[in-house]
């Protein structure tokens, strides 16, 4: 699976896009696992890298840990699986800041094609 949002449209991708006055807090691999400690997490999806998913759910029993893909977007909180995901991330973001055409340009530029599983 790419990934997960909270707020999907019809084409899976966050239907709301990101204003210039709304933040985004986004981590990648374990940085999921100081925003969890922190409470940020508490009662939303997320995910980390694989070889600690369990210890996400450890940190906090009312995250709803996603295992399996690449990234979860939940509105203001967002976070991937690990390092390479984090080009399919940082993608969907600017999709979903700015639209389907604005982040086809990237992908054309680095000849890169988002994973799908």
Known sequence: MWGTSSR???DGIG?????????????VCTGSLPLAAA???AGRPATTHRNH??????????????????????SDVVTWADVSAGIDMALHLVHRSDGL?????PQTGIQYKPHSG
């Open 101 to 105: 055409d604005a982040s086809e340009l």
């Open 53 to 74: 998913l369990e210890k996400l759910a450890k940190i906090d029993g009312s995250i709803d840990v996603g295992a399996g893909v690449r990234y979860v977007d939940d």
């Open 15 to 27: 239907a709301n896009p990101i204003s210039s006055k709304r933040r985004v807090l986004a981590s």
């Open 8 to 10: 999907a449209s019809s």
């Open 39 to 41: 409470g940020l997490s």
